[in-house]
């Protein structure tokens, strides 16, 4: 299986949790070989192509859509949005990226490498402009929790083992729009950080992750917006790039 991973979001999920999981759609023809590979072929490995990760957020409607249609046409369905004008947006060293499977389009920057949390801080801080490019009212009041997860590997227990650090700053606002910025940082030890990525999620308007192209390190050195909702909102993300 791949990584448990939002599909629509990009979230990261923890099936222990119970929050999201996955969807099975129905079988084409790719997913049909690929099961008939896993069932003759020993050791064969491989995502199953008709399976998908969703967030307790989009779980429901993913799995709506599997009653009647295989993956690829269920995920078309999920993240058809309006054609986004971006004309006059400027994207600074922002690309438009597109996925030949599913239409999906996203922007994508290179940004000055930041600490993880201290990007988070700047999201945080531009909450209201964003608010107010998406249409939404005022930002609401964003309560933090944070949680240390140990790995126990090797032969080495807590507190000798690997461990994650996941910060959630979350809230609703008056209409019942969710606000979700998670920084997760995966650490070797107590002095050496495995790797760190971020994301802010506003209901489903909004979709921001950040995390190292080299997949190391504290820092953060790449942004990404899924699916922008408005030419506003993408303005406003794009000054993070600049």
């Known amino acids: 299986m791949r990584p448990p991973v939002c599909e629509i979001c990009d979230a990261n999920l923890d099936p222990a949790d119970g929050d999201g999981g996955p969807v099975t759609f129905q079988p084409d023809d790719r997913s049909r070989e690929s099961r008939r590979r896993s069932a003759e072929e020993p050791g064969f490995v491989g995502h199953p192509p008709d399976t998908g990760w969703f967030c307790g957020a989009h779980i429901d409607a993913a799995r709506g859509a599997a009653r009647t ?19 006059g947006v400027e994207l600074g060293s922002g690309r438009p ?33 964003l608010f ?3 249409g939404l009212g005022p930002t609401p009041a964003l309560e933090r929790r944070t949680d240390r997860r140990w790995t126990p590997m090797d032969g080495a227990q807590p507190p000798l ?8 700053d979350a809230g609703v606002d008056a209409d019942g729009t969710p606000v979700d910025l998670e920084v997760v940082v995966n650490h070797w030890n107590e002095d050496e950080v495995a790797n ?22 504290r820092d953060v050195d790449t942004l990404r917006l899924r699916r922008p909702t408005t030419a506003a909102a993408l303005a406003v993300v794009a000054t993070l790039a600049r």
């Open 69 to 87: 249609l295989t993956f690829p046409e269920g995920m078309r369905r999920l993240l058809a949005d309006p054609a986004q004008d971006l004309v």
């Open 132 to 134: 107010e490019a998406l």
């Open 97 to 129: 990226v597109a996925s030949d499977q599913f239409g999906l389009e996203w922007v994508e920057w290179t940004v000055q490498p930041t600490d993880a949390h201290a990007f988070a801080a700047s999201l945080r801080s531009m909450l209201p402009t």
């Open 196 to 217: 760190a990525a971020l994301s802010l999620r506003i209901g489903d308007r909004l979709a921001i992750s950040a995390y190292s192209a080299a997949g190391s390190g």
């Open 161 to 168: 083992c690997p461990f994650t650090d996941t910060t959630v």
